[in-house]
């Protein structure tokens, strides 16, 4: 079968999933198998509940001083509890965007909504968002609705379920490191209480990549990988890529974001995404697969990619899955959607289980 019949073939069956979005089309693969040929679905920002109508509303009356980027429609999905994906929608990746909260109480307060009905300016006194860690929320102030409040309550819920199901594939956690907010963007805001974001600083990462260890029994740590080669592109070269058998129960953590480059480097618990020619470096992001299967396909030899399947809700109310074709054919294996279910509001638009690893 030649490419574009390929391409069409897989078009149209697509386009059957869609159209019967409960068919389960697994991916059934020998254990024999190597870490780069499998491909799983993630969602993205898996902590995130949607906005209230109220503050969307609120914000909406903004969107006309707002770019195409920052438009608030964007902010308007969200998803289940992470034991939820996993069970019920085989999900295997998350992406959890991370604040830095030191001192404690940064978030505790939401200024913003003594402007907007029903809406609470302060969480409950006893919140763990009083107390210092890292913090799991999309957008302080504005997009803060959260199924879990801290870090380490993710990780929590993510390694006990490791534990309970010890045949499952290889899930892949994306860490964000949040380094700016509203009120780094726009100054004005701080009058109205709005906080500066804090900056990761070597200290307070020690103590994140400390905590992936502590929270995730079954983590596959970046610093098994490596084994005893120089560099992780050395072993890929060299011993090949780790086994499916090997892989199953475990889970791996991926770092990316603001300070990044002051994560530790030896002996870490966590890969850190990197550039392709990173001799270290195992996680490439690519968010869009349009155009870039080519680059993706190659890359993929020698990397693990993460790519997007729809993004800011724009595919969703388009029912356009371009992207997702795109996707499938790259061979990039961590595909990421805000839609492994469909939602009513917006439409239709869902990511069929066809192709992935269970």
């Not at 058998?245 to 966590?270: D, H, M």
């Amino acid at each position: 079968m030649n490419g574009s019949m390929a391409g069409c073939f897989l078009s149209k069956l697509i386009l059957f999933l869609v159209l019967f979005p409960q068919t389960d089309l697994a991916q059934t693969l020998e254990d024999s198998i190597p870490m780069n040929q499998i491909r799983v679905l993630a969602s993205h920002n898996s902590y995130k509940v949607k906005p209230s109508k109220n503050t969307y509303s609120f914000v909406n009356r903004f969107s006309k001083f707002l770019s195409e980027d920052n438009q608030p429609y964007q902010l308007n999905y969200g998803h289940l509890p992470i034991r939820e994906q996993f069970e019920n929608f085989n999900i295997r990746g998350l992406e959890l965007d991370v604040y830095n909260d030191p001192k404690g109480g940064l978030y505790y307060k939401h200024p913003l909504n003594l402007f907007i009905k029903k809406q609470k300016v302060k969480q409950s006194s006893d919140s763990l968002l009083r107390k210092p860690g890292f913090k799991l929320l999309h957008i302080p102030d504005i997009d803060y609705e959260t199924h879990y409040q801290t870090l380490e309550m993710a990780l929590e819920e993510i390694g006990q379920w490791s534990l309970q199901n010890p045949s499952h594939a290889p899930i892949f956690v994306n860490i964000e490191l949040k380094g700016s907010s509203l009120a780094d963007e726009a100054p004005i805001l701080r009058i109205f209480g709005c906080k500066k974001a804090i900056p990761f600083d070597k200290k307070a990462l020690h103590q994140m990549d400390s905590l992936f260890g502590s929270m995730i029994p079954t983590l596959f740590k970046a610093s098994d990988f490596r084994m005893d080669y120089l560099s992780n592109q050395e072993r890929i070269s060299k011993a090949g890529w780790p086994q499916l058998y090997a892989l199953r129960g475990k889970v791996f953590v991926i770092v990316q974001g603001n300070g990044l480059s002051l994560y530790p480097s030896e002996k870490t618990n966590a890969f850190k995404y990197s550039d392709p020619t990173d001799e270290n470096g195992v996680f490439v992001l690519v968010d869009n697969p349009l155009g870039n299967e080519k680059q993706i396909f190659e890359l993929s030899m020698n990397h693990m990619i993460r790519t997007r399947t729809d993004a800011g809700t724009i595919e969703a109310r388009k029912n356009d899955y371009h992207r997702l074709l795109s996707a499938m054919k790259s061979g990039a294996q961590i595909l990421s959607t805000d839609y492994y279910q469909q939602d009513p509001e917006i439409g239709k638009f869902c990511i069929p289980f066809f192709g992935f690893i269970k």
